[in-house]
């Protein structure tokens, strides 16, 4: 059966190893609906999530041929259940009227969002959260007009005690 | 110290004092400063040839195998020869120049990302960025090359890099944390693997070129007399077991015996040790194996699994592996030898081995030409093959007794790689006779090296069967293609025993029975390079497994007993 996996990996922070990572979900023929690098909590190390979709079988070779590259470092997957996943939208509205305006900032505060610039042609918003949250948000914005639009994919962390 | 100087010291500490390459524009430093060194260098013709060369070199040795190449264009040539490495896990490190590193992103002449290139077909790359650090790069590249599953690794360094100062030649290496292959096998797995073992009946072991990475031919031929059981082997599995012993089942698969791929589909349990059952190994995965608990036993994890289901993973060095499970079967006195399952894989295998003579043919018939080969040499001299119909009727028909002696480019199925490779094994085993059986397709695309072998002086043997077509992708188009036979055919250019002649080289046409083993005779005994364009049967087809099929179902086999 195809689901979402999380899978998060330790890995040398490097130039090219995100091309080792992609070109290794190409070849094989992997998909990846998101994919995220930054710096971890050990130097000289970054953390990739990669969120993908696959049956079991396939899941089982993603971890297994990633653990084979030599900057890869560690591999895990992670309980979709047990796992916090966040991702940061920025979005960027026309705001025509008096009504846009307040209507965008309302909604902004009911997410918990950041209104981040305001001119007096558009705003720059900020919301992070899980993707449901953020697409129910989207949602209700794109009647109002989005202009621009830019997501991070999510990152994640289990909430397990060991890893 | 210059970087060269370190790289050439690294390679001569670590025993790599052979190496193939070909000079360009940004490793001139480099080759100036070979040009002191007690390297010993081997000037080939095409930079494709210098990866075959090394591979041949390693896989007949054992030991890595170094080429060399200059970037862009150069560094390129050595794609089709890394790509062959990697798909048969042989331990080779390519050192390539790249443009200084003020210029790398700017197209530089001869520039090119070979890092990004080669990383699909690599099992690791790196381009150096300081000098003070080749040391320990070159000792950890061959660290990763030849540990674990072997596989290529290259070594991008830019000109600038190589004729920098060291601060100091620090010898150490770099941190590969995330690099620890399993060389033990779990505990658990292998005693449930000796459990399945006692209660199975009938036993058929599949082995593949893992065992011969791993130097485990003694253990598994150790293994399979305790259990009695059959072996099987997989192409890169030739030469694990005497062929001609009564328990080796010779080659399965696409081009394998009847006997062999049928007695694996009757099966209970099997062995399948360092291969990745490939899809023409299997045939069609539906209807292998049906009965059969499969142990599968593999250095790297990833192949576990990947194409046919196991029921008893072992991840672990072969060897390593194999001395555990003799170990356990020895604690308990099995006897397997009554069981129904000897007798009839004994009576089943003696009948339908390959006819090979056919001495009464008019057109001489590549099984002929193989026999006669098979009766002028010895155990130790080493065969190379190219690829296609010349390669799959000595996988098929050839009996091999010794490990490393059967060299042939197998998951890539490269041509033009059984020459160059001969070239390599010769080079590293100068002592042990070499004999390249090629096609005549695949001998043109590296015939340039004849070159090197003349200007080297590595005489080797060089068979060339010429049937005037691209014999294997002819057969397909005889047997599905209605004989429509687009352009396979070669017609009649070159003469390949002018062309032999142009290079200072020895050369012979052969038409006939009985000439074969004359030549050959005639050619080991000059300890000069030879070739030899025998000249087959275009029509005679090999036996095969169609397209999509499970492996029971071989048409075309002719064998000794006409059974």
């Given at each position: 059966m195809n689901k979402n996996h999380i899978i998060s990996t330790l890995v040398k922070h490097e130039s090219g190893v995100l091309q080792r990572v992609s070109g290794l979900f190409t070849r094989r023929g992997f998909n990846i609906e998101s994919i995220t690098v930054g710096e971890s909590e050990i130097d000289g190390l970054a953390r990739m999530t990669i969120i993908s979709h696959g049956d079991e079988k396939s899941l089982e070779q993603m971890l297994k041929q990633l653990n084979k590259l030599i900057d890869v470092i560690k591999v895990r997957d992670l309980n979709v259940e047990t796992t916090i996943k966040r991702e940061l939208c920025l979005i960027k509205m026309s705001t025509p009227t008096e009504k846009v305006r307040s209507e965008i900032i309302q909604y902004t505060q009911i997410f918990g969002g950041k209104i981040l610039d305001a001119t007096s042609e558009d705003f720059i918003i900020e919301i992070t959260g899980d993707s449901d949250k953020i697409n129910s948000f989207l949602d209700l914005m794109r009647p109002l007009n989005i202009k621009k639009l830019s997501r991070t994919g999510p990152t994640a962390m289990s909430k397990s005690t060991r890893c | 110290m210059k970087g060269g100087q370190a790289l050439i010291k690294s390679l001569i500490n670590l025993g790599a004092d052979t190496v193939f390459g070909y000079p360009g524009g940004q490793v001139i430093p480099l080759y100036d400063m070979i040009y002191d060194s007690d390297l010993n260098h081997i000037l080939v013709r095409h930079e494709q040839c210098a990866a075959h060369a090394a591979d041949g070199f390693a896989r007949a040795s054992g030991k890595v195998g170094v080429c060399i190449a200059t970037s862009g264009p150069g560094a390129t040539n050595l794609v089709t020869g890394l790509s062959t490495s990697y798909m048969d896990s042989t331990p080779v490190i390519a050192i390539t120049g790249q443009v200084p590193g003020h210029l790398i992103g700017n197209d530089a002449f001869q520039e090119s990302d070979i890092i990004g290139i080669t990383m699909p077909i690599t099992k690791h790359n790196i381009q150096i960025n300081n000098q003070n650090m080749i040391p320990a790069y070159i000792n950890s590249a061959f660290e990763i090359a030849s540990t674990g599953r072997p596989g290529p690794v290259l070594i991008d360094i830019p000109k600038n890099i190589q004729e920098a100062e060291l601060d100091e030649y620090?010898?150490?290496?770099?941190?590969?944390?995330?690099?620890?292959?399993?060389?033990?096998?779990?505990?658990?797995q292998i005693k449930r693997a000796y459990e399945t073992i006692l209660k199975s009946e009938k036993i058929v072991i599949l082995a593949g070129g893992g065992i011969i990475l791993a130097n485990a031919t003694n253990e598994l031929n150790k293994l399979a007399k305790l259990i009695s059981a059959p072996v099987a082997t997989t192409l890169m599995g030739k030469g694990i077991i005497d062929e001609s012993d009564e328990s080796s089942l010779g080659m399965i698969g696409m081009h394998g015996r009847r006997a062999s791929n049928n007695l694996v589909n009757e099966c209970d349990c099997l062995i399948a040790i360092g291969c990745r059952f490939s899809d023409r190994t299997t045939g069609k995965l539906d209807e292998f194996i049906p009965d059969a608990k499969v142990i599968h036993i593999d250095i790297d994890p990833a192949e576990i699994g990947k194409n046919v289901n196991v029921d008893i993973?072992?991840?672990?060095?072969?060897?390593?592996?194999?001395?555990?499970?003799?170990?356990?079967?020895?604690?308990?006195?099995?006897?397997?030898?009554?069981?129904?399952?000897?007798?009839?894989?004994?009576?089943?295998?003696?009948?339908?081995?390959?006819?090979?003579?056919?001495?009464?043919?008019?057109?001489?018939?590549?099984?002929?030409?193989?026999?006669?080969?098979?009766?002028v040499?010895?155990?130790?001299?080493?065969?190379?093959?190219?690829?296609?119909?010349?390669?799959?009727?000595?996988?098929?028909?050839?009996?091999?007794?010794?490990?490393?002696?059967?060299?042939?480019?197998?998951?890539?199925?490269?041509?033009?790689?059984?020459?160059?490779?001969?070239?390599?094994?010769?080079?590293?085993?100068?002592?042990?006779?070499?004999?390249?059986?090629?096609?005549?397709?695949?001998?043109?695309?590296?015939?340039?090296?004849?070159?090197?072998?003349?200007?080297?002086?590595?005489?080797?043997?060089t068979c060339i069967l010429n049937n005037n077509y691209l014999g294997m992708v002819a057969q397909w188009q005889r047997?599905?293609?209605?004989?429509?036979?687009?352009?396979?055919?070669?017609?009649?250019?070159?003469?390949?025993?002018?062309?032999?002649?142009?290079?200072?080289?020895?050369?012979?046409?052969?038409?006939?029975?009985?000439?074969?083993k004359e030549a050959l005779k005639k050619a080991l005994k000059t300890g000069e390079h030879t070739l030899l364009e025998i000249v087959i049967d275009p029509n005679e087809l090999l036996p095969m497994v169609p397209p999509g099929e499970g492996i029971n179902n071989i048409v075309g086999e002719k064998s000794e007993d006409g059974d």
């Open positions: - | 620090n010898d150490g290496k770099i941190n590969l944390e995330g690099y620890k292959p399993t060389k033990k096998g779990h505990k658990m993973p072992i991840v672990g060095d072969a060897k390593i592996v194999l001395e555990s499970l003799i170990k356990l079967l020895e604690s308990k006195k099995i006897n397997k030898s009554n069981l129904p399952w000897v007798n009839y894989y004994k009576t089943k295998n003696k009948k339908g081995r390959p006819q090979i003579s056919f001495e009464d043919d008019e057109l001489l018939k590549p099984q002929q030409v193989l026999k006669e080969l098979s009766e040499i010895n155990k130790d001299t080493i065969i190379t093959t190219d690829v296609g119909q010349n390669q799959m009727w000595m996988a098929y028909a050839f009996k091999s007794s010794k490990p490393r002696t059967f060299i042939s480019s197998g998951g890539a199925g490269t041509m033009g790689f059984g020459f160059p490779a001969a070239m390599g094994a010769k080079v590293a085993l100068p002592e042990s006779d070499v004999v390249s059986v090629c096609g005549d397709g695949g001998f043109l695309m590296s015939c340039q090296d004849l070159a090197t072998v003349k200007e080297e002086d590595i005489p080797f043997i047997l599905f293609y209605n004989e429509r036979m687009s352009h396979t055919y070669l017609g009649t250019t070159p003469d390949f025993v002018k062309l032999g002649e142009a290079f200072g080289i020895n050369s012979e046409r052969i038409e006939k029975v009985g000439e074969t």
